[in-house]
């Protein structure tokens, strides 16, 4: 079977956007007169967030077990507006990117998320998500990086054999759960080391900027 690259598998959040979970904290923070440093330093990115981003847990519950571990007490809607504070602009020129790479190559993105954020970075990003074919989102899946499923799924969706494609990513785990399949990565640091690792395998060319 060819294994000649065909299709390229996009992280989203600091590979095709920014953001900033500081920002979920400070706006926590200003609307319950708590301390900024004190509700980061209780929050955990533990198995409670990752259930919610699997989609195994409800909105509500994971609310409420957020608020009653920091001790806020926030509306629902307050809760989410800060909730979806992280997010940034798109980088410089991701679209330009994105466009030349869809010319040669199918692109689709597999991001780990939950269904608070879903509603506010599908429309805040609409414009550049539409250069990707599909978007793979954890809390649908019921499976998350760098779960060995949730590669196998978009694998099976481009019916490609893992050296067809290339994964790119910030997060070391989730750039080792795909390599243990076989798929070629990019462990992405910035987006000048990105664009220079795309053109040293070929993938776009190498003048472009």
């Keep these: 079977m060819d294994n000649k690259c065909e299709a390229i598998i996009f992280d989203l959040g600091k590979v095709v956007f920014d953001l900033s979970f500081d920002r979920v904290f400070h706006f926590w923070a200003s609307h319950t ?18 259930e919610f981003e699997k989609g195994t847990i409800s909105a509500n519950q994971f609310r409420n077990e957020v608020s009653n571990r920091l001790g ?3 509306t629902d809607e307050a809760f989410d507006k800060g909730w979806c504070d992280l ?35 599908r429309i805040k990003y609409k414009d550049t998500l539409g250069h990707f074919e599909k978007l793979f989102c954890s809390h649908e899946l019921m499976t998350r990086k ?16 893992p050296q067809q ?10 750039i080792k759960g795909a390599s243990e399949l076989g798929i070629p990565t990019i462990l992405v640091t910035s987006q ?10 070929g993938l776009i060319d190498i003048n472009m900027d």
């Design 33 to 50: 007169g708590g301390q900024f440093s004190d509700i980061k330093g209780k929050f955990q990115f533990d198995r409670l967030f990752d």
């Design 72 to 74: 806020l007490t926030l």
């Design 87 to 121: 997010y940034l602009d798109t980088y410089n020129n991701i679209d330009n990117l994105l466009a030349n790479l869809k010319q040669n190559y199918r692109i689709v993105a597999l991001t780990n998320t939950n269904i608070i954020h879903e509603s506010t970075w």
């Design 146 to 161: 760098p779960e060995r499923r949730v590669y196998q799924i978009v694998l099976d969706y481009l019916d490609m054999n």
């Design 165 to 174: 494609t290339i994964f790119l990513d910030d997060n070391v785990d989730n």
């Design 192 to 201: 000048q080391q990105m664009r220079d690792e795309l053109k040293t395998k």
